[in-house]
């Protein structure tokens, strides 16, 4: 089952100009969450926000959430090259289960 | 320094053979799970655990086995049943009972020859 779509599926922007990604979601969620990954490596955690928060900040990343429309959005701000990697939103799924992720969006931040 | 082992990194099955993937953790998490990565796509469970000596089938479970004995071992087999096991396998481990980010191993890639 995939809960999550990612929007676009691919982006290549310049080095500080700012990255947005998108993810829609089908059923209520307790928390969403963004990951990346690098190339040919595991996810890593970048940021979970609950269903009762808006928005979350984390150094240049600003993550929103709209329950009503069942989206959220990731903002990196000021890209840099390092920030080249996939990025996948995941939701939770009933209790006790585990994370539903998207097929991502490939970022390509040149120099 | 605290984390998650997924060996080998590379691993190559011959047609009829089952193989396992190793994935063991130090982090003291009680819940592990598997996904399965195949180029362009995201993941897709395979299996998970919430406890030792527990676990459940995700959405792709067929073809596959897994043991939970211990709390910092979750070994993946790919039996002879999946037809199509060329692919990037993800372990992943979380803690539970709230809102938790999951910690993932380096992946195992798995080739048919």
């Known amino acids: 089952s995939q809960q999550g779509e990612e929007d676009p599926q691919a982006l290549s922007i310049q080095e500080g100009e700012n990255a947005t990604m998108n993810c829609s979601y089908k059923t209520s969620i307790n928390n969403l969450q963004w990951y990346r990954q690098n190339s040919g490596r595991g996810l890593v955690h970048l940021i979970l926000i609950r269903s009762n928060e808006r928005e979350k900040h984390s150094g240049r990343l600003r993550v929103t959430l709209d329950t009503s429309k069942k989206s959220s959005s990731l903002l990196i701000t000021a890209s840099r090259a390092a920030d080249t990697a996939s990025y996948f939103c995941?939701?939770?799924?009933?209790?006790?289960?585990?994370?539903?992720f998207g097929k991502g969006t490939t970022l390509s931040v040149s120099s | 320094d605290g984390g998650i082992t997924q060996s080998p990194k590379y691993l190559f099955r011959k047609e009829g053979q089952n193989v396992t993937l190793s994935c063991e953790q130090n982090l003291n998490h009680d819940a592990m799970y598997w996904y399965r990565q195949d180029p362009g796509q995201g993941l897709r469970l395979i299996y998970y655990s919430q406890i030792v000596n527990d676990f459940q089938k995700g959405d792709i479970a067929e073809g596959y086995s897994v043991s939970r004995e211990k709390k910092e071992s979750f070994p993946l087999t790919v039996t002879s049943a999946q037809k199509n096991p060329t692919a990037f396998y993800l372990c992943a481990s979380s803690g539970t009972g709230g809102a938790y980010g999951y910690t993932f191993g380096s992946g195992t890639r798995l080739t048919v020859v």
């Open positions: 995941a939701t939770d799924g009933p209790a006790g289960t585990a994370l539903i």
